[in-house]
C-alpha cells in the first residue's frame, strides 16, 4: 500500500467517523436523557476531534506531495500522523459508547422512578465497534463487532487485498 493509499484510507476513516458521529448526536438529542449542557460538550468534542484529523490528514498530504520531489523526506513522520489520527477517532467512538451508556443509565434510573420505559442493552440494535454503523452486516465477536466497512478499511490500512466476492 503505497503512502497516498494510506491516507486515502484514513479520510475514509474521517468520514465513516463524521457520519458516526451525526447520527449518533441525533440518536442522542432524540431518544437519550442528556442534558443539553452535555449534549454541546459532547458535539464540541467530536467537532474538534473531526477537525483535528482533519487538518492532521491535510498536513500528511502536503508532505506526501512534498515526498513526490524529495524522496529523501521520512515517510515514517507520515505514518505516524496517520496512526495518531486512527487512534484520535478510535478515542472518539470509545467517548460516544461512553455518553451512549451514560445516557442509558440515565433513562433506567428515570424509568425506575416512574418515568420513561426502561431500554435493555438486548432491545438496542448491535452496532459496529468502531464506527458505530447497526445498518450493515457484522461481525460480531463476545466484545466487539466490526461492520463490513471498517473491515475493508482495516484491510487496506493493512495491506491485505481483498477478491470481490470476499467485500459482498
Do not use: W
Amino acid at each position: 500500500m503505497t503512502l497516498n493509499d494510506e491516507i486515502a484510507a484514513a479520510e475514509d476513516l474521517v468520514q465513516v467517523a463524521r457520519d458516526t458521529a451525526a447520527g449518533r448526536l441525533e440518536r442522542a438529542k432524540k431518544h437519550l436523557r442528556i442534558g443539553r449542557k452535555l449534549l454541546n460538550r459532547y458535539q464540541r468534542f467530536v467537532s474538534a476531534t473531526i477537525a483535528n484529523a482533519e487538518s492532521t490528514l491535510r498536513h500528511c498530504r502536503e508532505i506526501a506531495s512534498d515526498l513526490a520531489v524529495n524522496a529523501q523526506a521520512p515517510t515514517g513522520i507520515v505514518q505516524g500522523m496517520l496512526a495518531s489520527t486512527r487512534e484520535s477517532i478510535r478515542l472518539m467512538h470509545a467517548a460516544m459508547d461512553v455518553i451512549d451508556e451514560l445516557a442509558g443509565a440515565a433513562c433506567q434510573l428515570s424509568a425506575s422512578q416512574g418515568g420513561v420505559a426502561r431500554v435493555t442493552e438486548t432491545e438496542m440494535p448491535r452496532s459496529c465497534s468502531f464506527c458505530g454503523d447497526t445498518e450493515s452486516k457484522l461481525v460480531a465477536g463476545p466484545e466487539a463487532n466490526i461492520c463490513t466497512t471498517c473491515t475493508r478499511l482495516a484491510c487496506g490500512v493493512l495491506g491485505i487485498e481483498l477478491s470481490a466476492n470476499e467485500t459482498e
